[in-house]
T-cell receptor, first 113, second 113 residues
Framework: DGGITQSPKYLFRKEGQNVTLSCEQN?????MYWYRQDPGQGLRLIYY???????QKGDIAEGYSVSREKKESFPLTVTSAQKNPTAFYLC????????????FGSGTQLSVL | GENVGLHLPTLSVQEGDNSIINCAYS??????FIWYKQESGKGPQFIID?????DKRQGQRVTVLLNKTVKHLSLQIAATQPGDSAVYFC????????????FGSGTRLLVRP
């Protein structure tokens, strides 16, 4: 089945720790995105990438980092600089360079211990 | 992921009735609008979209209406089923806005059997 796979589904972070969320797609999409979802709020864009080896900051990039070494993969690292990391993280991809038709993964719930 | 629906406005409907979910958008220059459905613990799923040069678009059991005068978008679901229970949110985008979608916070739809 074609789609986007995020792992793990649940992740716990200790104080001062960096954690990495995985996102893999086999849809052959050029563009990939990371969103953060907090209860009662709309999705907010963290980072996006339109092509391999290139990525751009979204609205809330501070405390996060990404890489795009392969078309299929767009991992997100939540660094210790992100002081409020507890949220539901969603990865998405789109066939074109505009997010008109986003395909989302099933998300990773990150919590702080 | 499971807490996404907290603090959201809720619409409760009887199974078989029609549902109308509303969304006020912010940017009069937005070129397209999208409705997503998100079930508990899952990623959002594309339902239907509409371009700014249209007033109405129909899909299978769903209709989206766009009123640009008052910047209002609505999603109508015909013959609502228990499987329609989810959080629904709208998003607006612009071809000029550097790949950014603005997401609404959502409405929780509960279908009573």
């Amino acid at each position: 089945d074609g789609g986007i796979t995020q792992s793990p589904k649940y992740l716990f972070r200790k104080e001062g720790q960096n954690v990495t969320l995985s996102c893999e797609q086999n849809l052959n999409h050029d563009a990939m995105y990371w969103y953060r979802q907090d209860p009662g709020q709309g999705l907010r864009l963290i980072y996006y990438s339109q092509i391999v080896n290139d990525f751009q900051k979204g609205d809330i990039a501070e405390g996060y980092s990404v890489s795009r070494e392969k078309k299929e993969s767009f991992p997100l690292t939540v660094t210790s600089a992100q002081k409020n990391p507890t949220a539901f993280y969603l990865c998405a991809s789109s066939p074109g360079h505009h997010p008109e038709k986003l395909f989302f993964g099933s998300g990773t719930q990150l919590s702080v211990l | 992921g499971e807490n996404v629906g907290l603090h959201l406005p809720t619409l409760s409907v009887q199974e078989g009735d029609n549902s109308i979910i509303n969304c006020a958008y912010s940017n009069s220059a937005s070129d397209y609008f999208i409705w997503y459905k998100q079930e508990s613990g899952k990623g959002p799923q594309f339902i239907i979209d509409i371009r700014s040069n249209m007033d109405k678009r129909q899909g299978q059991r769903v209709t989206v209406l766009l009123n640009k005068t008052v910047k209002h978008l609505s999603l109508q679901i015909a013959a609502t089923q228990p499987g329609d229970s989810a959080v629904y949110f709208c998003a607006e985008g612009s071809m000029d806005s550097s790949y950014k979608l603005i997401f609404g916070s959502g409405t929780r739809l509960l279908v009573r059997p």
